[in-house]
């Protein structure tokens, strides 16, 4: 099992660019999460998916889509980039329905200049 | 909505010492707290968590205790070791709310001294 994947593992964008971050889970996961981490400041969690077929908004929305596309992969889309959206971007997946443990991928690192 | 402040926001100690990191959590109706272990470059995992039933639990050299009056939650470190180094987080949640959402907190970042 790979557990939690992610792609790309680091990106240099340009403001005004757009990027699809890629997030594949092969745990048969339920429930999948993009955070994004900054220092000094936790992880926030920016949208998610409960189930298959529903996302919702989390603390941090703003600049972003995502697409829960089948039970393995959810993306996470900046449509048009901003320095404020430089940050370490983590996907997670859940088993659901009363397990909580959230299995982290390794992260992407995205700069905008 | 649900906020979760984390104290110290860093910790450095002597291997062998104890390193404790405590939690503060808003929301009366969150009732799973989880410890996440960051090592660098790598994503948080796991360590030990904690359900509102019960006040204490134990995992060879990690402990969690969990004062639901106060609100409050802590991570017990005994002979820590070098490879503790790390930054740690703390997060709740409401099982209830069936959607798995886990608020963390700032993150403490641990540096065990050889």
């Known amino acids: 099992n790979a557990g939690v994947t992610q792609t790309p593992k680091f990106q240099v964008l340009k403001t005004g660019q757009s990027m699809t971050l890629q997030c594949a889970q092969d745990?048969?996961?339920?429930?999948m999460y993009w955070y994004r981490q900054d220092p000094g400041m936790g992880l926030r969690l920016i949208y998610y998916?409960?189930?298959?077929?529903?996302?919702d908004k989390g603390e941090v929305p703003n600049g972003y889509n995502v697409s829960r596309l089948n039970k393995r992969e959810f993306s996470l889309r900046l449509e048009s980039a901003a320095p404020s959206q430089t940050s370490v971007y983590f996907c997670?997946?859940?088993?659901?329905?009363?397990?909580?443990?959230?299995?982290f991928g390794p992260g992407t690192r995205l700069t905008v200049t | 909505g649900e906020n979760v402040e984390q104290h110290p926001s860093t910790l450095s100690v002597q291997e062998g010492d104890s390193a404790v990191i405590k939690c503060t959590y808003s929301?009366?109706?969150?009732?799973?707290f989880p410890w996440y272990k960051q090592e660098l470059g790598k994503g948080p995992q796991l360590i030990i968590d904690?359900?509102?039933?019960?006040g204490e639990k134990k995992d060879q050299r990690i402990a969690v205790t969990l004062n639901k009056t106060a609100k409050h939650f802590s991570l017990h470190i005994t002979e820590t070791q070098p490879e503790d180094s790390a930054v740690y987080f703390c997060?709740?949640?409401?099982?209830?709310?069936?959607?798995?959402?886990?608020?963390f907190g700032q993150g403490t970042t641990l540096q065990v001294k050889p």
């Open positions: 904690i359900r509102s039933n019960v």
């Open positions: 745990m048969n996961h339920n429930s």
């Open positions: 997670a997946s859940t088993e659901g329905g009363g397990s909580y443990e959230q299995y």
């Open positions: 998916s409960a189930s298959e077929g529903t996302t």
């Open positions: 929301d009366s109706a969150s009732n799973y």
């Open positions: 997060a709740a949640s409401r099982s209830s709310s069936n959607t798995g959402k886990l608020i």
